[in-house]
């Protein structure tokens, strides 16, 4: 079922990546990767890469220990907190732990003790599912935590699904990898089989993190290719505050991250020195903030892509900061690359790329206010230097498909700089303003409260509600952190969290609404609402889930109405309506075969900023209806109904590595909306549309809420619309992809390069818009790229890339 360039890519990179490993490309590695696409059930496009998944020959060197003075633990609350954790689907919710310690598992961290067997004991203790054990499982969650210490490791940490690697953010752990260490990754987020294949499908990988780890190649041979963490992975994943050294020795095969496919992600806040490749990045699209890679031989290596947004990057003392060339001249495998707000010092060439003046738009890039400091060459073509370097700013500069808003030109050159709101600046700065999901690293555990020690019961059929809005309340006003232990708390009205409030959840504890309040589909009710209209102040919102249970066709999972200056927002908090256990909404009750049924309606909207909130910064949000359930034992499809993605009336929003799927009227409207900087948005239309399509789904359109009416639509199928802006001025997008891939189950619509026709538009502008930019805007399964008040500006056929077709630049 793939088309014969998925194959060649497929070939390309898994001969590059043989090359880094140093040994022979293997072709049945090729083959076997490929899969017929029905076994993908979040299926999110053919372009895997192949890779290597043997891991390198090490040189039989003996490992000379070198004691590591311990470092001493420092107090940090999440480690002293007490852990009343409770998986409350798990089969065994009283037995099962949630937080583990490596230490209690024998690791010693003495940088003397090999610690790998006592670090994957802490990962896989309590029946949680290995690589290919199962494709993924909710009712398994856990936080595997290091203390201060050097962990010596001879073989990966192999991580699982649904788990964060948590160190000390005050006493940073070290995790070395010995001299003789073999395997791909210090931390393999996605083992490799036997069989050749990873352990899970790597864009199913969903709700885990890495964070606060450094991660020691240093005492691997330069010369073996070793690999700090493989993390080929899938939505609501992020790493954060991670350092990795690698060998800088010449010749040095090191690489900090390999990503080979994927679904993702995010990554912030990072810093590696050293290797062949600081980062080797392939997926289909990603964000990353504050990338700080020096002394690589190249900083970043795009495998290939769809989109990648780099946001505040520093990348120094390096032959090429930036590869995006990968396939070369005609073959060039990756789609588009966004970079802004970075500094490049001592490199011979920041970007290099393979781009030239041709009906594909492969290899777009978008350039926006970048400092070289001694840079000699700025972008290189494939006949030399395109855009000079030195020391110098560049504040706006592109390659590929500008649509003006006609087009496709084709450009290569600067392009007006947009003008950014003030309002969404770093004050006293020309970049963005950007805020890491708050750790609260000096607060000392009496400044939480525990929401189980609140009366919460969290076992998932206890009402919590009352419970939960008076800790809120009583938080809010003692200035009190509110700790949402792991469990599912079930509620049955909504949640109000008033102005002041910091709430964290332990590895994505779940607020699930349940009962008649959220029944009706004319009279919606929110779940959580953050702040009441006209009220400001801020609040701060991480590592939790906002789900639903049966019947709640009424439910607005999250209502944000607070006003705030800045920093006000919610990290890694998620909407997942439908397919997990307790959901009521399973395969069991709604099978893809079933028609559509009141049963299976789950949400009115997943999330609304409404007119009267300003100031909301989203950083690794992903608001997702369930095209399967991720616990059956194959994640097998189903079929559940939500209303609306994310509608956004307010001004002043961050909306940074957010994602938004499977709603039948639209997945992101702006509407009213002023003041907004995106990258990357990534949509993905219904499984089962156009049956229903999304004029005639189970969801009727509300006027009031601006919704779009889709009898206007140009011909074919009318199905969700991914971007939808309305009314709304100062809107700069940087990468968004915007995908179709089925029509009701199949797949045939959205095959490469045609017909790319699962629906006819997925992008619309309309009304009085004005000031509105998007960069690198891919699009999957739609013949109409860009619709403005009803005409079509772009057709996919004028824009084909790698497959996913691309367009650099949209302004009007
Ligand atoms: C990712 O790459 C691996 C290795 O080539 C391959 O087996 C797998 O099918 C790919 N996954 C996806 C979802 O494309
Ligand atoms: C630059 O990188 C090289 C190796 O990549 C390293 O040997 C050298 O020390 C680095 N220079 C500085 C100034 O960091
Ligand atoms: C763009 O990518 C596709 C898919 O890999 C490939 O078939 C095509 O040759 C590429 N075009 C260019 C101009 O690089
Ligand atoms: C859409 O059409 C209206 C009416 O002609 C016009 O005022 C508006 O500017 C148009 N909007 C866009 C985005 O072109």
């Known amino acids: 079922m793939y088309h014969p360039s998925v194959l060649t890519l497929l070939t390309l990179a898994a001969h ?103 670090i994957n004991a802490a990962i896989s203790d309590g029946g949680r599912y290995g690589p290919s054990s199962r494709e993924s499982s909710t009712t398994t969650p856990a936080i595997v935590y290091f203390p201060a210490g050097t962990y010596l490791i001879s073989s990966p940490i192999i991580d699982y699904y649904f788990t964060q690697l948590i160190g000390n953010p005050n006493a940073i752990p070290v995790i070395k990898a010995t001299a003789a260490f073999t395997g791909l990754g210090l931390i393999d987020g996605d083992q490799y089989q036997s069989d050749g294949n990873q352990g899970w499908t790597s864009t199913n990988v969903f709700f885990r993190q890495i964070r606060n780890l450094k991660l020691d190649l240093t005492g691997i041979p330069a010369s073996s290719a070793a690999t700090g963490i493989h993390w080929p992975t899938g939505q609501a994943t992020s790493i ?129 206010n970048i400092v070289l400091e001694n840079v000699p060459v700025a972008v290189n073509g494939p006949s030399g230097t395109v855009l000079a370097g030195g020391t110098t700013t560049i504040s706006a500069w592109g390659q590929g498909h500008k649509y003006t808003p006609n087009g496709p030109t084709n450009f290569q050159g ?120 006209g009220e400001s102040g801020s609040i701060e919102w991480s590592d939790m889930i906002v789900s639903t249970q049966g019947s709640t066709p009424g439910a607005i999972l999250i209502e944000w109405n607070l006003a705030a200056d800045s920093g006000s927002g919610m990290w890694d908090v998620h909407t997942r309506i439908g397919g997990f256990a307790g959901s009521q909404l399973q395969v069991a009750q709604c099978p893809t075969s079933a028609a559509v049924s009141a049963a299976c309606e789950v949400a009115y909207m997943s999330m609304h900023i409404t007119g009267s909130a300003s100031g909301v910064y989203l950083d690794n949000v992903w608001l997702w209806t369930a095209d399967h359930d991720l616990d059956s034992a194959d994640n097998t499809r189903i079929s559940v109904y939500s209303g609306r993605g994310l509608l956004v009336e307010g ?19 702006f509407s009213g909306a002023s003041s907004v900087v995106a990258g990357f948005i990534q949509t993905e239309t219904p499984y089962y549309q156009p049956n229903p399509d999304a004029a005639n789904g189970p969801y009727p359109r509300n006027s009031a809420l601006n919704d779009p009416d889709y009898s206007s639509c140009l011909s074919g199928n009318c199905d969700a619309l991914g971007l939808r802006v309305l009314n709304s001025n100062d809107i700069i997008v940087y990468g968004a992809g915007l995908y179709s891939f089925f029509t009701e189950y199949s797949t045939d619509c959205s095959t490469f390069p045609t017909p790319e026709n699962c629906q006819s538009e997925i992008f619309s502008v309309e009304g009085s818009t004005t000031n509105l930019v998007v960069y690198a805007l891919s699009t999957v399964g739609t013949t109409n790229m860009i619709v403005k008040n009803g005409t079509s500006l772009a057709v996919v056929s004028d824009n084909l890339a790698t497959y996913a077709a691309t367009i650099a630049y949209f302004t009007f």
């Open 240 to 368: 954060q505050n991670v350092e990795i050294a690698m060998s800088s020795a010449s010749g040095t095969q090191h690489q900090g991250i390999f990503i080979e496919n994927g679904s993702g992600g995010f990554l912030a806040d990072i810093t590696i020195t050293g290797g062949l490749y600081g980062a080797n990045l392939g997926n289909q699209q990603f964000t990353t903030r504050n990338l700080v890679i020096s002394d690589a031989v190249t900083a970043i290596s795009q495998i290939w892509d769809w989109g990648w947004t780099y946001q505040g990057l520093t990348l120094a003392n390096c032959t090429t900061a930036i590869s995006i060339n990968n396939g070369g001249v005609g073959n060039q495998l990756v789609g588009s690359v966004v970079v802004l707000d970075s500094t490049i010092q001592d490199c011979s060439t920041f970007v290099a790329s393979a781009w030239e003046t041709s009906p594909s738009s492969n290899g777009s890039l978008i350039l926006e």
């Open 651 to 669: 001004k002043n929003i961050w909306l940074y590595g957010t994602g938004v799927e499977h709603h039948s009227l639209y997945q992101y409207q």
């Open 414 to 533: 600067t392009f007006t700089t947009p003008t950014r709101p003030s309002a969404l600046l770093a004050s006293g700065s020309s970049r963005y303003y950007t805020k890491s999901k708050p750790q609260y690293e000096t607060s000392s555990t009496s400044s939480f409260v525990s929401i189980r020690n609140a009366g919460a019961a969290g076992d998932g059929s206890t009402d919590d509600t009352s419970a939960i809005q008076s800790a809120l309340i009583s938080a809010a006003s003692s200035g009190q952190i509110v700790f949402f232990d792991q469990g599912t708390y079930k509620v049955t009205s909504t949640i109000y969290i008033p102005p002041g409030s910091r709430i964290v959840g332990e590895s994505y504890p779940v607020i699930m609404a349940s009962g008649s309040s959220f029944s009706s589909i004319s009279n919606p009710l929110p779940v959580v609402q953050v702040g009441k209209s």
């Open 16 to 118: 590059a990546r043989c090359q880094l490993l140093d040994i022979p490309a293997v072709d049945e590695l090729v083959s076997s990767a490929l899969k017929p696409l029905a076994d993908y059930t979040d299926y999110d496009g053919p372009t895997g890469v192949a890779s290597s998944v043997i891991s390198a020959a090490t040189p039989a060197t003996l490992f000379n220990v070198h004691a590591t003075v311990e470092a001493s633990d420092a107090s940090y609350w999440l480690a002293e907190i007490a852990h009343q954790g409770v998986a409350a689907f798990n089969p065994n919710p009283s037995g099962y732990t949630v937080f583990r310690n490596v230490m209690d598992y024998g690791a010693k961290g003495d940088g003397v003790t090999d610690d790998t067997a006592a």
